[in-house]
């Protein structure tokens, strides 16, 4: 062989070894999922032709561990079943939104024990909300809206202390308000989304207690009846309160006023609210956009 053609495959060699060597732990995991999936094409980037931080939707950090995998609206068919979670030691993002998955949240999700935000809504994930979410000890925001999921575990559910913003909306949730909410105070939950589920009964008038800064509140779409909680009026912060197409009755309080900072108000559709709508709503809330309290009994007039 010649001393040239020895050298230009120990260069072709070494090239190769390097391009392996450049497959992260998280990149064989990810690679192994990627098999298991189908209309997988936006994936192509994804082998070992190429070093893990190049690929499609993964984003890596300076000692080239994956920080982030935004995978959102690519119509992934397939389940989480072969995503081994203990790979990613460094995984700050996951974002799944949009795509056909299917099946169940796998439990040992919560070995993402860097992860602040986890994105799976408008999939078709099924059973049990996982309660090991609450073992997640950064996370900051969880969006699960618009898939099949039930009702977590109370007793096992942790409280969600970190969290800033939980979407729970359209699944299959049922029974009264989720304690996990109520289990303890949580200073740092601004935007709660549990519209368009099944839950019924009273809404409980410790929720401004438990959560006093909320910012956006959609309790729309459910099963709701009773007072609306005269409290809420202690949620000085709130910006958007969505209650329509519930069951609730009785009056809008006139401790509503002190929401000074009220955007959007809508109690729309509960068809047995009733009474004068409070004049001291109209003179303190100056920022309004959106007000609806359409198909109810309300009576009296409105201030000019």
């Not at 001393?3 to 060699?13: D, H």
């Not at 509140?217 to 197409?245: K, Q, V, Y």
Request: charged share 10%; proline share 6%.
């Amino acid at each position: 062989m010649a001393p040239q053609y020895k050298l230009s495959c120990l260069t072709a060699l070494h090239m190769l070894l390097c391009i392996a060597s450049a497959i992260s732990p998280e990149g064989e995991a990810l690679l192994r999922w990627k098999s298991t999936l189908l209309n997988s094409t936006y994936l192509s980037s994804w082998s070992h032709a190429e070093s893990t931080c190049n690929w499609f939707g993964v984003t890596c950090g300076h000692a080239g561990h994956v920080t982030a995998l935004d995978l959102s609206w690519l119509s992934l068919n397939g389940t989480l079943d072969a995503l081994y979670f203990p790979a990613f030691r460094n995984i700050t993002t996951l974002d799944l939104c949009g795509n056909n998955l299917v099946g169940t949240i796998p439990e040992n999700i919560s070995l993402l024990l860097t992860l602040t935000y986890l994105d799976l809504s408008n999939n078709y994930f099924v059973g049990v909300t996982p309660h090991q979410l609450g073992k997640l000890p950064w996370i900051h925001y969880i969006d699960l809206g618009n898939n099949y999921l039930t009702n977590p575990d109370p007793a096992k559910f942790l409280p969600l202390s970190t969290v800033q913003t939980l979407h729970l909306n359209d699944n299959n949730l049922n029974g009264t308000f989720p304690q996990f909410i109520l289990n303890r105070t949580n200073v740092r939950l601004e935007d709660l989304d549990l519209s368009g589920n099944f839950f019924s009964g009273s809404i409980p008038e410790t929720l401004p207690d438990m959560v006093p800064n909320l910012l956006f509140l959609d309790m729309s779409s459910n099963m709701f009846s009773g007072l609306i909680p005269s409290e809420f009026g202690n949620l000085t912060s709130l910006e958007s309160l969505h209650l329509s197409w519930n069951m609730l009755s009785g009056g809008l309080p006139p401790s509503f006023s002190m929401m000074g900072q009220i955007l959007n108000f809508d109690v729309g559709n509960n068809h047995l609210l009733s009474g004068n709508i409070p004049l001291e709503l109209f003179s303190n809330w100056t920022e309004l956009g959106f007000f609806s309290i359409a198909n109810n009994s309300f009576t009296g007039s409105i201030p000019r």
